[in-house]
């Protein structure tokens, strides 16, 4: 509209241009949430395995300066090799995920991953006064499963396992793995006598960035449970009595139906 030859803006015409920049700006900042939560998530995948790196490469530099034989040292370096390896592959497989959900399916064993985890996990869970036991390990059928990604949950479930069973007073923390078959699936349970999920959570708990944990990020579990849904799987949990927490995941022998690798 043209009042004395000078544009007049109608209500209406300010109300569409004011929603078009709200647009424009929403758009903005979902670009730089979805961004910040990627860089989130690679970082929490991500801060194990190179974890477990410095641990080696210290234990190996504190080899060295007592003089050891070289056998252990190399021992050490060797693991450290090999956690880099890993964490390449984690950060390949988190960026082939994030970018199309694509899953690497080959035949996994679940109970030999269950010990690997365990053995990876054991050194850590001592030093803070926590037992791990892997029980009812026996010939389990081969799922069809990405090994990273499958790896990558259970090392996020029993890490939060250790994490509960740390809190005790007792010095009795425990960590069970347990590997089982049902009909056509296999499940993994990871449990640990913890204090049990915080009330707070119970709602919550695989909703992203939700933690109870000073240095948390509460992406571990949201991520695990996509992972797991990408498998055609289902991760849920459950109280034990009288106090801690038991988390499952189960997986179908042969793998998503009719998924594009």
Same mark, same amino acid.
């Given at each position: 509209m043209?009042?004395?030859?000078?544009?007049?803006v109608?209500?209406?015409?300010?109300?569409?241009?004011?929603?078009r920049q709200?647009?424009?700006?929403?758009?903005?900042?979902?670009?730089?949430?979805?961004?910040?939560?990627m860089?989130?998530?690679l970082?929490?995948?991500?801060?194990?395995?190179?974890?477990?790196?410095?641990?080696y490469?210290?234990?190996?530099?504190?080899l060295?300066q007592?003089?050891a034989?070289?056998?252990?040292?190399? &021992?050490?370096?060797?693991?450290?090799?090999?956690?880099t390896r890993?964490?390449?592959?984690?950060?390949?497989?988190?960026? &082939?995920?994030?970018?199309?959900g694509k899953?690497?399916?080959k035949?996994l064993?679940?109970?030999?991953?269950a010990?690997?985890?365990g053995?990876?996990?054991?050194?850590?869970?001592?030093?803070?006064?926590?037992?791990?036991?892997?029980?009812?390990?026996?010939?389990i059928?081969?799922?069809r499963?990405?090994?990273?990604?499958?790896?990558?949950?259970?090392?996020?479930?029993?890490?939060?396992?250790?994490?509960?069973?740390?809190?005790?007073?007792d010095?009795?923390?425990?960590?069970?793995?347990?590997?089982?078959?049902?009909g056509?699936?296999?499940?993994?349970?990871?449990?640990?006598?913890?204090?049990g999920?915080?009330?707070e959570m119970? &709602?919550?708990?695989?909703?992203?960035?939700?933690?109870?944990?000073?240095?948390g990020?509460?992406?571990?579990?949201?991520?695990?449970?996509?992972?797991?849904?990408?498998?055609?799987?289902?991760?849920?949990?459950?109280?034990?009595?009288p106090?801690?927490?038991?988390f499952?995941?189960?997986?179908?022998?042969?793998?998503? &139906?009719?998924?594009?690798v």
């Amino acid at each position: 509209m043209v009042f004395g030859g000078v544009p007049v803006v109608t209500e209406r015409e300010q109300a569409a241009q004011l929603l078009r920049q709200q647009q424009t700006e929403l758009s903005h900042v979902s670009a730089y949430a979805i961004a910040g939560a990627m860089g989130m998530a690679l970082a929490h995948e991500i801060s194990q395995p190179l974890s477990t790196v410095a641990s080696y490469l210290h234990a190996a530099r504190r080899l060295l300066q007592s003089g050891a034989a070289s056998a252990p040292v190399m &021992d050490a370096l060797s693991k450290a090799e090999m956690e880099t390896r890993r964490t390449r592959e984690v950060l390949e497989r988190v960026r &082939d995920f994030v970018s199309s959900g694509k899953l690497d399916l080959k035949p996994l064993d679940l109970s030999n991953l269950a010990l690997k985890i365990g053995a990876l996990c054991r050194e850590e869970a001592t030093a803070r006064g926590i037992h791990v036991e892997i029980e009812n390990i026996r010939a389990i059928p081969l799922v069809r499963a990405d090994r990273i990604q499958i790896e990558q949950v259970l090392n996020n479930l029993v890490a939060n396992a250790i994490d509960a069973a740390s809190e005790r007073t007792d010095a009795r923390g425990l960590v069970v793995m347990r590997v089982a078959r049902r009909g056509e699936r296999v499940v993994v349970q990871v449990e640990d006598n913890g204090p049990g999920v915080a009330p707070e959570m119970v &709602d919550r708990l695989f909703e992203a960035y939700q933690t109870t944990k000073p240095r948390g990020m509460g992406l571990g579990l949201p991520l695990s449970m996509q992972i797991i849904q990408k498998h055609a799987g289902h991760l849920w949990w459950e109280p034990i009595v009288p106090e801690g927490t038991r988390f499952l995941v189960e997986l179908q022998i042969n793998g998503p &139906d009719n998924y594009a690798v």
